[in-house]
């Protein structure tokens, strides 16, 4: 059998299997997986957040505050962005998992990993002292046995959002105040060839922004306040059922009961659909790039139902992994990014599309810039989070990641009769709470 | 230098040549070269497949959220897991989807290594474009198909309204069935090419001798393709369909894209069902025991390809 030695200047198999193990050594020292000494000042931080929908967000944590904090301290700010859309929870749970070399993050659904997040009750305290506190609400996320987990940021406001002239033209001067008169609306609306599109697939927020907002406006509940006992199997659970199923049926465009995140702002601005819920984002896309229509929308709380008006938050916080290898530089750099020097500008930059968890901005002069952002300021005052009235913990997490609320609507919607639907989610539910 | 010096250098030179010519010829012996090739593979396969697939069959015997330390519960995920009803539909729609779609790439995989086979202008870059579905990144191309379905501004029910077929088209991802019909449609497209192009390399090893002998024994198209091509192609379509099942039957990033496993789970696929449990809602171990569910169809998938391989 012809052997290659190398005597024609080609390589010989031992200097493959040289270079093979040279190569592998390289890569080892290379790939860096000593961990950073916590007494030696850190080169660099890495922050993970969700990309904002408002683009100026993105912009002014690049241009402004990372080349501020590097001026300041000399240490980078790596800014990792992950798509929106429902990426975020499964990269932050797999950072967790793996102890991926990332520091801080926008740690959406902390409630599925708060062990694996810093004890940061002192930034959060002095932060809320600092700006007129905290609204409590959202301490029911942050604060878990005694200790804060994150330090909260701002709601991602969910009002209804919806085609002024189109209203108009149907009578409807202004927006319905009960969910009864919006499904009235709806009908002369989806006649005149203007439905609405209220999502209800697998996204993470615009589904679940009205669906549970209203089931609560009905008087019903998905678990009790004890976090343990079921309660979704009731008789105002069966008519909130039965309401959505006409409001689909008779007032919104089909698609929308497989709708993710990003379909409805799409829907809207397309002028397919005449309302949805959902978070100013199409206001600020339309007065960018569609000023006709942007001079046409408007938003509005969502309607009551006979138990009252509801919101749910989509809350912004941000925590630190327990895993950095320097908690000191961490908790210093989250510090720095609360202080209102930074902070606020920041809120303002997005035109408060995180409306501030901190009573220091309600009356913030952003928000008289554009008076049709206001309703979501006031969506902080009847704001629960979507585990309410029970705690927010992990549970919660399984309900909202398998869509189990979400889907007894959805299949109500395809003609599943109410007692079935309730009965499967109540299943479901059972298997999660015990 | 001195003599000592000296006169010892050949003889200190000559262990290490002698020790370097026996660690030569030990290389140089096949058994151990072939080995020390086989050993970065499979320290790759080991550590990128291996490690990962043991740690999944462990998650699935504990009770591990994420971040929380593990409880052996025994085979307690799998029960859990039978007694889930979205589970069981997932399974259901995992089933029809690969089942449908495979049979569809078949025919159509078929049909198109039969067309590209004959002489026609341009037949190289056609057979190029025909690639394209195989190369664009599936989240990019599923991106495009979700504009193909929207209800107003959409590709198909524009044409459909253009075509005076109807007054409103129907909604693709809306409606449960249709949903299932869309995500079905768009793997078959992907996949398309993939049977095309590897039965079309099949076809090309057919001898012409064969077929001209059919032909003078009275053969016409129907018989040459049915009693020639079909017999002597039933290797690369053995193959080329296994591969397939195992492609659809694991796929993620299309329904994960297009629709999220809805509407109502009327898409949800095991890949999607055990990614949302275990890393959407952090249960690790019920998550890892969902698609380790998957395994047994490969399994039994895989004992069929080396049935197959080992009769011819």
């Given at each position: 059998?012809?052997?290659?030695?190398?005597?024609?200047?080609?390589?010989?198999?031992?200097?493959?299997?040289?270079?093979?193990?040279?190569?592998?050594?390289?890569?080892?020292?290379?790939?860096?997986?000593?961990?950073?000494?916590?007494?030696?000042?850190?080169?660099?931080?890495?922050?993970?957040?969700?990309?904002?929908?408002?683009?100026?967000?993105?912009?002014?944590?690049?241009?402004?505050?990372?080349?501020?904090?590097?001026?300041?301290?000399?240490?980078?700010?790596?800014?990792?962005?992950?798509?929106?859309?429902?990426?975020?929870?499964?990269?932050?749970?797999?950072?967790?998992?793996?102890?991926?070399?990332?520091?801080?993050?926008?740690?959406?659904?902390?409630?599925?990993?708060?062990?694996?997040?810093?004890?940061?009750?002192?930034?959060?305290?002095?932060?809320?002292?600092?700006?007129?506190?905290?609204?409590?609400?959202?301490?029911?996320?942050?604060?878990?046995?005694?200790?804060?987990?994150?330090?909260?940021?701002?709601?991602?406001?969910?009002?209804?959002?919806?085609?002024?002239?189109?209203?108009?033209?149907?009578?409807?001067?202004?927006?319905?105040?009960?969910?009864?008169?919006?499904?009235?609306?709806?009908?002369?609306?989806?006649?005149?060839?203007?439905?609405?599109?209220?999502?209800?697939?697998?996204?993470?927020?615009?589904?679940?922004?009205?669906?549970?907002?209203?089931?609560?406006?009905?008087?019903?509940?998905?678990?009790?306040?004890?976090?343990?006992?079921?309660?979704?199997?009731?008789?105002?659970?069966?008519?909130?059922?039965?309401?959505?199923?006409?409001?689909?049926?008779?007032?919104?465009?089909?698609?929308?009961?497989?709708?993710?995140?990003?379909?409805?702002?799409?829907?809207?601005?397309?002028?397919?659909?005449?309302?949805?819920?959902?978070?100013?984002?199409?206001?600020?896309?339309?007065?960018?790039?569609?000023?006709?229509?942007?001079?046409?929308?408007?938003?509005?709380?969502?309607?009551?139902?006979?138990?009252?008006?509801?919101?749910?938050?989509?809350?912004?916080?941000?925590?630190?992994?327990?895993?950095?290898?320097?908690?000191?530089?961490?908790?210093?750099?989250?510090?720095?990014?609360?202080?209102?020097?930074?902070?606020?500008?920041?809120?303002?930059?997005?035109?408060?599309?995180?409306?501030?968890?901190?009573?220091?901005?309600?009356?913030d002069e952003e928000w008289n810039k554009e008076p049709r952002f206001?309703?979501?300021?006031?969506?902080?005052?009847?704001?629960?989070?979507?585990?309410?009235?029970?705690?927010?913990?992990?549970?919660?997490?399984?309900?909202?990641?398998?869509?189990?609320?979400?889907?007894?609507?959805?299949?109500?919607?395809?003609?599943?009769?109410?007692?079935?639907?309730?009965?499967?989610?109540?299943?479901?539910?059972?298997?999660?709470?015990? | 230098?001195?003599?000592?010096?000296?006169?010892?250098?050949?003889?200190?030179?000559?262990?290490?040549?002698?020790?370097?010519?026996?660690?030569?010829?030990?290389?140089?012996?096949?058994?151990?070269?072939?080995?020390?090739?086989?050993?970065?593979?499979?320290?790759?396969?080991?550590?990128f497949l291996g490690y990962p697939f043991c740690y999944g069959v462990?998650?699935?015997?504990?009770?591990?959220?994420?971040?929380?330390?593990?409880?052996?519960?025994?085979?307690?995920?799998?029960?859990?897991?039978?007694?889930?009803?979205?589970?069981?539909?997932?399974?259901?729609?995992?089933?029809?989807?690969?089942?449908?779609?495979?049979?569809?790439?078949?025919?159509?995989?078929?049909?198109?290594?039969?067309?590209?086979?004959?002489?026609?202008?341009?037949?190289?870059?056609?057979?190029?474009?025909?690639?394209?579905?195989?190369?664009?990144?599936?989240?990019?191309?599923?991106?495009?198909?979700?504009?193909?379905?929207?209800?107003?501004?959409?590709?198909?029910?524009?044409?459909?309204?253009?075509?005076?077929?109807?007054?409103?088209?129907?909604?693709?991802?809306?409606?449960?069935?249709?949903?299932?019909?869309?995500?079905?449609?768009?793997?078959?497209?992907?996949?398309?090419?993939?049977?095309?192009?590897?039965?079309?390399?099949?076809?090309?090893?057919?001898p012409d001798e064969l077929m001209e002998s059919a032909t003078i024994?009275?053969?016409?198209?129907?018989?040459?393709?049915?009693?020639?091509?079909?017999?002597?192609?039933?290797?690369?379509?053995?193959?080329?369909?296994?591969?397939?099942?195992?492609?659809?039957?694991?796929?993620?990033?299309?329904?994960?894209?297009?629709?999220?496993?809805?509407?109502?789970?009327?898409?949800?696929?095991?890949?999607?069902?055990?990614?949302?449990?275990?890393?959407?809602?952090?249960?690790?171990?019920?998550?890892?025991?969902?698609?380790?569910?998957?395994?047994?169809?490969?399994?039994?998938?895989?004992?069929?390809?080396?049935?197959?391989?080992?009769?011819?």
């Open positions: 059998m012809a052997r290659n030695h190398g005597s024609d200047g080609s390589t010989s198999r031992r200097d493959f299997l040289k270079l093979g193990a040279v190569g592998a050594a390289g890569a080892t020292v290379g790939a860096g997986w000593r961990p950073r000494k916590a007494e030696a000042k850190p080169e660099k931080i890495t922050f993970l957040r969700e990309s904002s929908y408002v683009k100026e967000f993105d912009e002014h944590f690049n241009k402004v505050l990372i080349p501020r904090y590097q001026q300041e301290t000399g240490i980078k700010v790596v800014y990792e962005i992950v798509a929106a859309g429902g990426s975020a929870v499964p990269r932050t749970v797999s950072i967790v998992e793996s102890k991926a070399p990332v520091d801080a993050a926008w740690v959406q659904q902390e409630w599925l990993y708060r062990e694996g997040l810093l004890d940061v009750s002192d930034i959060a305290k002095d932060v809320g002292k600092q700006q007129g506190g905290w609204y409590s609400e959202i301490e029911g996320l942050s604060v878990w046995e005694g200790k804060w987990k994150s330090v909260p940021f701002g709601n991602i406001g969910q009002c209804m959002v919806y085609r002024k002239d189109w209203f108009d033209q149907v009578g409807a001067t202004t927006f319905p105040d009960t969910w009864e008169e919006f499904l009235e609306v709806g009908i002369k609306l989806k006649k005149a060839g203007h439905p609405y599109g209220m999502s209800m697939g697998h996204g993470y927020a615009d589904n679940n922004s009205w669906l549970l907002p209203l089931l609560w406006g009905f008087g019903a509940q998905v678990v009790a306040k004890d976090g343990k006992t079921v309660t979704l199997d009731s008789a105002e659970t069966a008519r909130a059922v039965d309401y959505v199923r006409k409001l689909y049926k008779d007032a919104c465009l089909d698609d929308c009961i497989g709708w993710l995140d990003p379909h409805n702002n799409k829907a809207f601005l397309t002028s397919q659909i005449s309302a949805t819920n959902n978070a100013m984002s199409i206001l600020i896309s339309a007065k960018r790039d569609l000023p006709d229509m942007g001079k046409v929308i408007d938003h509005a709380l969502n309607p009551k139902g006979p138990k009252g008006r509801f919101h749910s938050f989509v809350p912004v916080t941000h925590g630190i992994f327990a895993h950095t290898p320097d908690p000191a530089a961490a908790k210093h750099f989250l510090r720095w990014l609360m202080d209102p020097k930074q902070v606020a500008a920041w809120y303002r930059s997005a035109q408060m599309y995180h409306a501030p968890f901190l009573h220091a901005y309600d009356k206001k309703p979501y300021q006031k969506v902080l005052e009847t704001g629960k989070l979507v585990s309410w009235p029970a705690a927010a913990d992990r549970r919660f997490g399984e309900v909202v990641n398998k869509w189990i609320v979400i889907d007894m609507f959805a299949k109500a919607c395809t003609g599943t009769p109410t007692k079935t639907v309730i009965a499967e989610a109540v299943t479901g539910l059972k298997q999660i709470f015990g | 230098m001195s003599r000592v010096a000296e006169a010892t250098r050949p003889a200190a030179r000559a262990v290490p040549s002698a020790r370097a010519f026996r660690l030569r010829e030990w290389l140089e012996r096949e058994a151990v070269f072939s080995w020390l090739m086989l050993a970065p593979p499979l320290l790759f396969l080991l550590l462990y998650l699935s015997f504990v009770r591990r959220p994420v971040a929380q330390p593990a409880t052996f519960i025994g085979l307690n995920n799998f029960l859990n897991l039978y007694n889930d009803a979205i589970f069981w539909q997932a399974v259901w729609n995992t089933f029809r989807f690969t089942a449908a779609a495979t049979v569809l790439k078949l025919a159509g995989g078929l049909g198109m290594a039969l067309v590209m086979h004959q002489n026609f202008r341009l037949k190289g870059m056609t057979r190029a474009l025909l690639l394209l579905p195989f190369i664009v990144p599936t989240v990019l191309s599923t991106v495009a198909w979700q504009w193909i379905f929207d209800p107003g501004m959409g590709l198909f029910n524009r044409l459909l309204m253009f075509l005076d077929l109807v007054k409103q088209g129907p909604s693709w991802l809306g409606n449960p069935t249709l949903a299932m019909v869309s995500v079905i449609l768009v793997n078959t497209w992907r996949g398309l090419p993939f049977f095309g192009i590897t039965i079309l390399a099949g076809l090309q090893t057919i024994d009275g053969a016409g198209w129907w018989g040459r393709f049915r009693y020639v091509t079909l017999p002597l192609l039933m290797p690369v379509i053995f193959i080329v369909t296994t591969f397939s099942i195992i492609f659809t039957f694991f796929d993620f990033q299309l329904v994960y894209v297009l629709t999220g496993g809805g509407p109502a789970n009327a898409t949800h696929l095991m890949a999607t069902y055990a990614y949302s449990v275990g890393m959407s809602s952090g249960q690790m171990g019920m998550g890892s025991a969902a698609a380790l569910a998957m395994v047994p169809v490969l399994g039994v998938v895989l004992l069929a390809m080396s049935s197959y391989v080992r009769r011819r």
